[in-house]
């Protein structure tokens, strides 16, 4: 399996708080990875850093084995890295069609708008329906499809993920998800944040667990969903001589 | 106080909000997109005064057909200021940003000012064109063409800017950057060059109404703080999330000093004009053009 992306000693900071110390990891060619985590422990600060957000104070991120830690946001954007960001950060001043079209302003994505944009309708019909609306007149669920359907306008080749179950009721959750499963069995590589960690370790093949700002641990999602100490620390079990079993 | 007078104030009011209206468009356009306040704009407001004002003076260019060597000289001096000045303000964050982008652009200000008395002198100037003086009589009232060719000229280059923002695929990518910059980011839009391109546009705007402040009052190196405050105040009026609502609020303060100049007497003109500013930062703080 190639890797797409990898990422070596990682450090960043957010004014006087080190929030990532020293990362190391790879997402391969056509995986799903997850990377679970306690809130504050570097989830999105690390997001951040691979889409060019925000510069680490040391170590280097490879995309297709060439170094992109040091470009701004829209040439890794350029180059098929699409983040979701967290809260969906929509323009709500524009509507629905707009987004999406400015979700493919990258000079890659522009010329396959009109054909990428009938994708997208096809995926999240309910967008279909609402094109000229205004983007904070949708619904949360409504909102985090058009957000993740203004990635998709980028012409993803790995589509990064922040949060997006968060708010959500659990159907319009099970429903992002598939859609996410459905985008990876497409070919897009998929790097996925969650607090709902029983969600996406079911969803990764493999994952990573971040606390404080290191890498604490990884294993096949069903690897993690098994281990103790993930159960207990992520996914609300008790531990297990206290447990009934 | 007879009906005629009311409607000859308000029209001359509408006349001098046109001007206004450009110039705070100007302004709040880079404010809204670079979150940079350019206290420089009334200089470059002067600057593109002028470039009008010699042109007439040296080839006797029309100060409306002199717009083809104004905007294209004030969009290469705005991508200039962006590259030298303002990309370093731009990347800060929030009150660093805000000092510095007022420290840096007042000594823009001050340097445009003193290079302006040492190159132009300190004189009044202005232009007299033929058709000064002349104009339309419409019932009584009388408008002439120059202050009619201005408010023209407004309109104009409003519903341009207009069309550029709402209608082209660059003017989304200004508004989008305006509204979530980091959002823009990830989009894949360049924003660099939206804040490079905005800064270009709003020079370019202050410009504009510079010519119609040199042909309808005359120019002189001091006038860009009162222009400044002027654009400032109607930006604040108008609500700083609403770009283009800067124009109708540029139109209505004039069209209330212009009314209150007429019953009240020109000095109290102004007062007034504050006053409804005052109003409206109480009674509406988020502005008149922004949506709750």
Known sequence: MNTMLSVRSLRAAYGDIQALWDVSFDVNEGEIVSLIGSNGAGKSTLLRNIAGLHRPQAGTIQFEGLPVHRLPAYQIVERGVILVPEGRRLFCNLTVLENLELGAYSRRARKEREKTIRRVYELFPQLADRQG????????????????????????????????????????????????????????????????????????????????????????????????????????????????? | MNFENVIQSLMFGLFTGAIYGIAAVGLSL???????????????????????????????????????????????AGIVLDRVLFRHIVRQ????????????????????????????????????????????????????????????????VILALHFFLHHSLAGKAVLATAEDVEAAELAGI??????????????????????????????????????????????????????????????????????????????????????????????RPQGLFVRQ
């Open chain 2, 190 to 283: 360049n924003i660099h060059r939206v804040f490079m391109l905005t800064f270009a546009v709003g020079a370019s705007l202050a410009a504009i109404a510079g010519t119609q402040v040199v042909l309808t009052y005359g120019i002189s190196p001091s006038v860009g703080l009162y222009w400044t405050l002027k654009a400032l105040i109607i930006v604040i009026l108008a609500g700083t999330n609403s770009i283009l609502g800067a124009f109708p609020a540029g139109l209505l303060l004039g069209v209330v000093e212009g009314l209150s100049g007429a019953f009240l007497g020109q000095t109290y003109s102004e007062v007034i004009g504050l006053v409804m500013f005052l109003l409206v930062l109480m009674l």
């Open chain 1, 133 to 245: 609306q205004r983007a904070d007149t949708l619904s949360g669920g409504q909102q985090q499809m058009l957000a993740i359907g203004r990635a998709i306008m980028g012409q993803p080749r790995l589509l990064m993920l922040d949060e997006p179950s968060l708010g959500l009721a659990p159907l319009v959750v099970e429903n992002i998800f598939e859609i996410i499963e459905h985008m990876n069995k497409q070919g897009v590589t998929v790097f996925l944040i969650e607090q709902n960690a029983r969600q996406a370790l079911k969803l990764a093949h493999r994952a990573y667990i971040l606390d404080q700002g290191t890498i604490v641990g990884t294993g096949s999602g069903e690897e993690l969903l098994k281990n103790d100490e993930v159960r207990q620390a992520y996914l609300g079990f008790a531990k297990t001589e206290d447990s009934l079993l």
């Open chain 2, 30 to 76: 880079v404010f809204g997109v670079l979150k940079v306040l350019n206290v420089a704009h009334g200089e470059l407001l002067m600057l593109g005064g002028y470039i009008s004002y010699f042109a007439f003076a040296a080839w006797g260019l029309d100060p409306f057909l002199s717009l083809l060597i104004v905007i294209p000289a004030m969009i290469l």
């Open chain 2, 93 to 156: 964050e929030g009150e660093e940003k805000i000092k510095n982008s007022l420290l840096v652009s007042f000594g823009l200000a001050l340097i445009m000012q003193n290079l302006a008395i040492t190159q132009f002198t300190a004189d009044d100037r202005s232009i007299q064109v033929a058709y000064m003086g002349m104009g339309i009589n419409l019932l009584g009232i009388s408008l002439p063409y120059s202050r009619l060719g201005s408010l023209i000229l407004a309109l104009v």
